[in-house]
């Protein structure tokens, strides 16, 4: 059966496509990396590193969901995470620069053998949906906490941003995370929607609230974060709880917003 034949493109095509890829990069660096420059901060790194990382992540994100979007013929993008960098703001407090780098190595070569051989799906359905959502979500409550803990600091400031922050989403919620530069309520609406579908399937909500506690009090054992022994008592408690862990196709989870602001 012969191939649809594609469209030719016209030059009144490309306005919406062109403004919803600009609107989609405002919105993903106005959440994102205030975020990333706070881990920079963090890391105790300099302007020339700050300025590297940006710009090589930038460039990477760019090239490669260009090419990939333009082989496969739909949105891909690679390498950008909300809540992965607010995860960085907290890891790297604790580990060194050289470590994370390393880790970031090790991690990277682990997901290109996941995907050659073939079972990064097999892997994924042994984590429940709800278990996954609350190891996002606890990750994540630090930085809302952190968003109205600065009302002690400066009350009129933090109160003013809070406001402005209503204001915005109430008019264009796609904009509001990028006219207000307070990183915990860029992550409201993931952290919202993590919660939301933790405890949405009633058969693995304990486990998925056990998850999001034990990832929220951030417990750090044999140098290793909270991220990991979160997933860990989490995976555990639903295997306790449940019996087993899913082996099928896992239910549709909720859009958390997980790889944008």
Known sequence: MPSPAVPALCLRDLPHPVMAGLVSVIVNYGGT??????????????????ASWVGSVSIGVGLTGLLLSWRYREPIITAWSTPAAAFLVTALATTPWAEAVGAFLLSAAGFV?????????????????????GLLAGILLQFGIKA????????LLAGGLILAYVVLKRVSARYAVVG??????????????SLATAVADAR???????TFLAAAANITLFGIGGAFWGLVIGLLAHLL???RLPAGPQPA?????????
């Open 180 to 193: 207000i530069p307070l990183a915990g309520l860029a992550l409201l609406g993931t952290l919202g929607g």
């Open 253 to 261: 989870v909720a859009d958390t917003g997980a790889g944008r602001p």
């Open 241 to 243: 709880l449940n019996g």
């Open 113 to 133: 053998m996941l995907g050659l051989s073939g079972r990064f799906e097999r892997v994924i359905r042994r984590v429940p949906p709800g278990v996954a959502a």
């Open 148 to 155: 109205f803990a600065g009302l002690d600091v400066d009350p």
């Open 204 to 210: 693995t909500r304990e486990a998925a609230l056990i």
């Open 33 to 50: 990396f205030i975020l990333v420059f706070q881990a920079a901060k963090v890391a105790g790194l300099g302007p020339q590193l700050t």
